[in-house]
């Protein structure tokens, strides 16, 4: 079983910066890709940013020249940099993890890591 795990997240003053970690452990092969999604409170969840294991970056439009995802593949862990943090930045942040696992792939999720930006 794929065990996606997430820290980082906190309370920042608008205009400051967090730094989210997350890895992914118990696949037998590197993750194909990882990435990040958030989910505000009454809202969807949505994709942040996503990493591919070639090195491909995409991002929501939202936070594009603010956010940077950066990743190790050999160790399936994956960061995302936040800075010039909005108050609308303020949700729960999972990780997710496109793994390999009893003979398929298949999208595993951390439990979430908040982040808090006040005005």
């Known amino acids: 079983q794929v065990r996606v795990v997430e820290s980082g997240g906190g309370l920042v003053q608008a205009g400051g910066s967090l730094r989210l970690s997350c890895a992914a452990s118990g696949s037998i092969l590197r993750a194909k890709a990882m990435g990040w999604y958030r989910q505000a409170p009454g809202k969807q969840r949505e994709l942040v940013a996503t990493?591919?294991?070639?090195?491909?970056?995409n991002y929501t439009d939202s936070v594009k020249g603010r956010f940077t995802i950066s990743g190790d593949n050999a160790e399936d862990t994956v960061y995302l940099q936040m800075n010039s943090l909005k108050p609308e930045d303020t949700a729960v942040y999972y990780c997710?993890?496109?793994?390999?696992?009893?003979?398929?792939?298949?999208?595993?999720w951390g439990q979430g890591t908040q982040v808090t930006v006040s005005s």
């Open positions: 990493i591919t294991s070639g090195g491909t970056t």
């Open positions: 997710n993890a496109d793994s390999f696992a009893g003979g398929r792939w298949a999208k595993y």
